[in-house]
Nanobody
Framework: QVQLVESGGGLVQAGGSLRLSCAASGRTFSSYAMGWFRQAPGKEREFVARISSSGGITVYADSVKGRSTISRDNAKNTLYLQMNSLKPEDTAVYYC???????????WGQGTQVTVSS
């Protein structure tokens, strides 16, 4: 069983950067592909990026491609999302989760708020 805690969000001006972290507990963290998702007010949760269990394969949503980098440190049981050139439309609560194929687990944590001002 993997427990996940997101952190690193905050208020940033457009063009700025943030690095989000997802701290995991559980002995099987390294066995799972992981993903970042976000949910803006009044919107459904959407896919942002995912990474294979070993970190060798990454996939990004078109909306963040070229501006974001997903990575993981399995030795530290931590998932990261580096976000650069942030835009107001990136404003959302960001969540991490285990993914099977492209499907996230139906168990979500508190997330971390990212707010990008103009």
């Amino acid at each position: 069983q993997v427990q996940l805690v997101e952190s690193g969000g905050g208020l940033v001006q457009a063009g700025g950067s943030l690095r989000l972290s997802c701290a995991a507990s559980g002995r099987t963290f390294s066995s799972y592909a992981m993903g970042w998702f976000r949910q803006a007010p009044g919107k459904e949760r959407e896919f942002v990026a995912r990474i294979s269990s070993s970190g060798g394969i990454t996939v990004y949503a078109d909306s963040v491609k070229g501006r974001s980098t997903i990575s993981r440190d399995n030795a530290k049981n931590t998932l990261y999302l580096q976000m650069n050139s942030l835009k107001p439309e990136d404003t959302a609560v960001y969540y991490c989760n285990l993914v099977t194929g492209t499907i996230p687990r139906n168990d979500w944590g508190q997330g971390t708020q990212v707010t990008v001002s103009s």
